[in-house]
């Protein structure tokens, strides 16, 4: 009698469960100090280390009782047992919580698996304190005697090993690999502890095996190598460590320095500039991180709460910067800012950054702000919309708009000809004009999609106006380089002028002048193969590049649009209207027809026709409207 008891405690060893505490230490050590990625699963992982550490705690703390106060006061057994097997249970639940986050499921595909966690806790959690207070589970008698009951603990271990191994196992293709594998080993080294023990009547090492998960976890999902050299971490850790600040609400700036010299794999920095990175990534900030974003980009996030000043502290880190960097001599832009609510997360954040880059010329150094912000957030809703215009493929998308420029024709005195201007009506921005949107789509390579949907909508529209009886000689549509650059260019182009049933001499393209040797060649070949099937060519904006007076004369166009700087200039200096007017004669006597862009007033529309004008086009006559009104201009003859 009583013996029991103590047989109980010979066969426990407290070695596991202090191993298993010094562990939980450890391991907040490396939390703390190591750059770990700390994203929302890591909070799951950080209860889960902590459940742990308080269950051996209490698992010392119950054996300890057994063989001390056993009998004397069993209240102090039966509360720290509790606690150890409450402390396991939830670590197994947290265990279920951080799979499911990992693993990206979202809530409805996550639902169950939570009920089946919670359920089988509050069953065993019930069983347990119901069991002792009852006398139907773990009791000890007045003689000493432990009673077991049904043996929950090993039940419900199973049970939340089974569950977890069946979630992994229906989502497996949302998860790698290799982390799968490794973990299923992972849990079948505890499960063999946990046999072994169980051979030698030992419980010793219960605590022990729920420790090998967090290992692989942290090694596989949140170990996140410094490079040694700059004292960086990686994209990806910068990732999650946006989303962690934004889960927790915590304010950071960010500094971030670009060098597009090292762009690109395989380009290591030099010593010296290693150096400078290390210097002032920890020189002037408490626990400021350092993100390598790519060859080029590192992100410097400093915590405002731990760095009151950070505003003085990054210009004296500029100052400094800006006396050392001559000796570098190395191409940069710096870009500072804060966290703003509209950035969604870390890939946005690269972005906004990559925007402000793409605006700003090398060897500056910004401080972004919310005006940025929002201009960045227009840029990527109008990308978003484009992005949706591509993926509809339809070339009646209300989305684009055609508006027309009228062009008056000196000779007949009459508007005969237009040129299809693009817009945007975008649902939550309105009228969009294609300085802000052709930019975007050309770096974007979204352009090509545009130009079809515009030369469909002008041939649809030259159609209707015929078939009123409008006298329509042409409506030239604008054609960016990066649409001629498509191999299928002329197929296309021929397909939508074909099927909207309007001859081809009613459709003209207008091009602007290429200073690249290859598109110069390219855009020779566009036009002769085009030439023939009736389709007319402007050189648009002449006057604007290095206009080479010989060059165009090798590209057959028909017209050549004069810009509006050269009708501004011709008016204002004689010497410019003087060549203004000698190379409009040269073309006219060379057989291309000269247009004059921008015609304000009656002084610029004079001064034009002199200068040997046979289109012109600009306010004086009309402002782009949409392309029916041009009813308002042409000639009824039908
Ligand atoms: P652009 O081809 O040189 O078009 C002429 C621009 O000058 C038009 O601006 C027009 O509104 C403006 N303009 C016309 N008359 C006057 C005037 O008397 N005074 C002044 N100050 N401006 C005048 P818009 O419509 O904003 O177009 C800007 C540019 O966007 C165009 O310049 C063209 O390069 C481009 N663009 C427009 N539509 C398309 C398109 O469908 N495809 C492509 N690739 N580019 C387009
Ligand atoms: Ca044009
Ligand atoms: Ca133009």
């Known amino acids: 009698m009583g013996t029991e008891i103590i047989r109980y405690y010979e066969n426990y060893t407290p070695v596991a469960d202090i191993t298993v505490i010094a562990t939980c230490i450890v391991f907040v050590i490396l939390i703390y100090n190591a750059y770990i990625n700390k994203n929302k699963s890591f909070l799951y992982l950080r209860f889960i280390i902590g459940s742990l550490a308080i269950s051996a705690i209490f698992d010392l703390l119950y054996h300890i009782a057994m063989n001390y106060v056993g009998g004397i006061n069993n209240l102090l057994i039966y509360l720290p047992r509790a606690a150890y097997h409450i402390g396991l249970f939830t670590v197994m639940w947290l265990y279920v919580l951080y799979t499911k986050e990992v693993m990206g499921l979202d809530k409805k595909a996550g639902r169950p698996y939570f009920y089946a966690a919670a359920v089988a806790w509050i069953a065993i959690v019930g069983y347990e304190t119901v069991g002792t207070y009852l006398h139907f ?115 950071y700036y960010f500094l971030s320095m670009y060098m597009h010299d090292f762009e690109g794999k395989g380009r290591k920095y030099p010593r010296t500039i290693q150096r400078a990175v290390r210097y002032f990534s920890t020189r002037f900030f408490k626990s400021a991180t350092l993100f390598q974003i790519s060859g080029g980009h590192m992100i410097l996030v400093v915590n405002i709460n731990k760095n009151p000043g950070y505003k003085e502290k990054s210009q004296w880190m500029l100052d400094e910067f800006l006396t050392v960097y001559p000796q570098y001599r190395i191409d940069y832009k710096i870009v500072f800012f804060g966290m703003d609510k509209r950035i969604e997360d870390g890939i946005d954040y690269i972005n906004f950054v990559r925007f402000i880059h793409d605006s700003i010329p090398q060897n500056t150094i910004v401080r972004a702000d919310k005006n940025d912000v929002d201009r960045y957030m227009r840029n990527k809703y109008i990308v978003f919309e484009l992005e949706d215009i591509i993926k509809k493929n339809d070339l009646n998308d209300p989305r684009v708009l055609v508006y027309c420029q009228p062009v008056y024709n000196i000779r007949t005195g009459k508007f005969d000809t237009a040129e299809a201007l693009m817009r945007m009506q975008l649902p939550a921005m309105g009228m969009i004009y294609p300085d802000v949107f052709i930019p975007i789509a050309e770096k974007k390579d979204y352009i090509s999609m545009l130009t079809k949907i515009i030369l469909s909508k002008t041939c649809r529209a030259i159609k209707e106006l015929m078939e009123k009886g409008y006298n329509v000689k042409r409506i030239s549509v604008n054609f960016s380089v990066y649409d001629m650059r498509a191999d299928d260019f002329c197929e296309t182009v021929e397909a939508i002028i074909g099927s909207s049933g309007v001859p081809f001499d009613k459709v003209a393209i207008e091009l602007t002048e290429s200073q690249n040797e290859q598109d110069f060649e390219l855009i020779k070949t566009r036009i002769s193969e085009l030439k023939g099937s009736g389709i007319k060519f402007y050189l648009d904006d002449f006057g604007t590049g290095y206009s080479n007076f010989e060059r165009i004369m090798e590209l057959p166009f028909d017209i050549v649009k004069f810009d509006r700087s050269l009708v501004m200039a011709s008016g204002n200096d004689e010497r410019y209207r003087t060549m203004v007017s000698n190379l409009a004669r040269m073309f006219r006597e060379v057989h291309y027809s000269v247009l004059y862009e921008g015609i304000e007033n009656e002084e610029d529309e004079k001064r034009c026709i002199e200068m040997s004008a046979k289109y012109l086009q600009g306010y004086k006559y009309s402002k782009p409207i949409p392309i029916e009104r041009l009813t308002d201009y042409f000639e009824k003859i039908g």
């Open 137 to 251: 589970g773990f009791y000890i008698d007045e003689n000493l005697n432990v009673h077991r009951g049904f043996p929950i603990f090993p039940v419900g271990y199973i049970y939340y090993v089974v569950l977890i191994a069946v979630m992994v196992f229906l989502n497996r293709s949302k998860f790698i690999k290799q982390v799968i594998i490794s973990m299923a080993e992972t849990v079948g080294v505890s499960i063999a502890i946990m046999g072994i023990q169980q051979l030698h009547n030992q419980s010793s090492f219960t605590t022990v095996t729920f420790l090998f998960p967090i290992y692989a976890l942290l090694y596989h999902i949140h170990s996140s190598p410094y490079d040694v050299e700059t004292g960086s971490v990686s994209e990806h850790a910068f990732f999650d460590f946006v989303e962690l600040a934004k889960l927790k609400e915590e304010e």
